[in-house]
């Protein structure tokens, strides 16, 4: 099993910056792929960014090119999502997740491991 727990989430106003982490425990050798999606409120989770184990390919959704950065310390086995650029609509609960298959995927089932989640809070 593969434990995962996010931090860094909070409120910011529009233009603002945050920088999520997420630490992977367990077996963490089994994790090869990992991933931040976001959900608000009413609406289905999306995914936002994907990261392979080596780092080497990321993928993020349209709307978070440009202004978010995802990365990996595999020494640490933890992932960060570098949030710049914040607007309202990037208000979310952001979750980390994580699969045991070395292909970035969008959807929600093909991810093994979740975390709990953390709140961004974007005002203007």
């Known amino acids: 099993q593969v434990q995962l727990v996010e931090s860094g989430g909070g409120s910011v106003q529009a233009g603002g910056s945050l920088r999520l982490s997420c630490a992977a425990s367990?077996?963490?050798?089994?994790?090869?792929?990992m991933g931040w999606f976001r959900q608000a409120p009413g609406k289905e989770r999306e995914f936002v960014a994907g990261?392979?184990?080596?780092?080497?390919?990321?993928r993020y959704t349209d709307s978070a090119k440009g202004r978010f950065t995802i990365s990996r310390d595999n020494a640490k086995n933890t992932v960060y999502l570098q949030m710049n650029s914040l607007q309202p609509e990037d208000t979310a609960v952001y979750y980390c997740?994580?699969?045991?298959?070395?292909?970035?995927?969008?959807?929600?089932?093909?991810?093994?491991?979740w975390g709990q989640g953390t709140q961004v809070t974007v005002s203007s």
């Open positions: 990261i392979t184990r080596s780092a080497i390919t990321t």
């Open positions: 997740a994580a699969r045991n298959a070395h292909t970035i995927f969008v959807i929600t089932t093909q991810y093994d491991y």
């Open positions: 367990g077996r963490t050798d089994s994790v090869y792929t």
